[in-house]
């Protein structure tokens, strides 16, 4: 392969992506929650730690959740609607696992936009590439039809988290240490 047809490729790819962490996320994430990823891995075993003292059957739903194997989010688009859920682990309850709701996917050609358009609680935020298997998403959580607050505004709209993708047809968030109620927060995607 030429020089020039292996930089035409990577430019290709570049466009199925969302924007790379190493650019613009940098600049972006407020320190807090730079903060929150760099602890991401003692915040989520803690939690899940707390699950156990759920209740059984969810708490096995949860792990079946968590041992999907993880899959590339290179060769897939996102976009679209999707079938969403809020997953709460840790903190004032072990684990509540609430219904379903909508939410929307959309590439505004500066990569993957995620709008949860139904329920109370809600978010709309950005994703960024970390990696083959993993995405960072800044956003900003709302209630009900209020309207959202810019990312950056402050603690308690302010969220961030590492997404993961299982399969074409399903994916989650996990947001560590939100400003309310649990210690990580799930956010399940189904088609």
């Not at 466009?15 to 807090?32: C, N, R, S, W």
């Not at 074409?168 to 649990?182: G, N, T």
Request: glycine share 10%; proline share 5%; net charge positive.
């Amino acid at each position: 392969m030429t020089p020039r047809m292996l930089i035409a490729a990577l430019g290709l790819l570049c466009f199925a992506l969302p924007a790379h962490a190493d650019g613009e996320v940098q600049k972006l994430i407020t320190p807090a929650d730079k903060a929150r990823l760099d602890k991401y891995g003692e915040t989520r075993k803690a939690a899940l730690e707390e699950a156990k003292a759920g209740d059984p059957a969810e708490v096995s739903e949860l792990n079946a959740l968590l041992a999907k194997p993880l899959v590339a989010f290179s060769d897939k688009d996102l976009t679209g609607n999707w079938q969403c859920r809020t997953i709460k682990v840790g903190g004032i309850s072990p684990l509540v696992i609430y219904g379903w709701f909508k939410c929307k996917v959309s590439d505004d050609g500066f990569g993957w936009r995620l709008e949860k358009t139904s329920g109370s609680q809600r978010t709309t935020g950005r994703f960024f590439d970390d990696g083959e298997k993993r995405a960072i998403y800044l956003g900003s959580g709302y209630v009900n039809d209020n309207k959202p607050k810019r990312y950056g505004s402050g603690l308690e709209s302010d969220q961030v988290g590492y997404a993961f993708r299982n399969s074409a047809s399903a994916w989650r968030i996990e947001f560590p240490a939100p400003y309310y109620e649990s210690h990580l927060d799930i956010m399940e995607l189904k088609r």
